[in-house]
């Protein structure tokens, strides 16, 4: 199975930049469609973004759409999430999964990071 680790949370202000990232282990990297979830004490697990196995399709969760970019790099094995504008309502444990088909459906992923924090002050 594919081994994924997210890493680059922290700490921002309202209205920063952030970009966190899910590196890959093994060649089948570009057989899958990656996806971000996001989880807030609390709250259920949503879906932020997912970007296909080419990198040619990509969607995204309305309350992200226009402020963060999902992309990837197959050569290196990563998968980036850029965050822009952020907001308090971002803060969350930030998730990388992998599947077979880019879906907005949590169960349809299998293969899960251990997550990042990502944290925005007022």
């Known amino acids: 199975q594919v081994q994924l680790v997210e890493s680059g949370g922290g700490l921002v202000q309202a209205g920063s930049s952030l970009r966190i990232s899910c590196a890959a282990s093994g060649p089948a990297f570009r057989d899958y469609a990656i996806a971000w979830f996001r989880q807030a004490p609390g709250k259920e697990r949503e879906f932020v973004a997912v970007?296909?196995?080419?990198?040619?399709?990509?969607a995204y969760a309305d309350s992200v759409q226009g402020r963060f970019t999902i992309s990837r790099n197959n050569a290196k094995n990563t998968v980036d999430l850029q965050m822009n504008s952020l907001k308090p309502e971002d803060t969350a444990v930030y998730y990388c999964a992998a599947g077979v088909v880019p879906v907005r459906n949590d169960y349809e992923y299998r293969n899960w990071g251990q997550g990042t924090q990502v944290t925005v002050s007022s």
């Open positions: 970007i296909n196995k080419s990198g040619g399709y990509t």
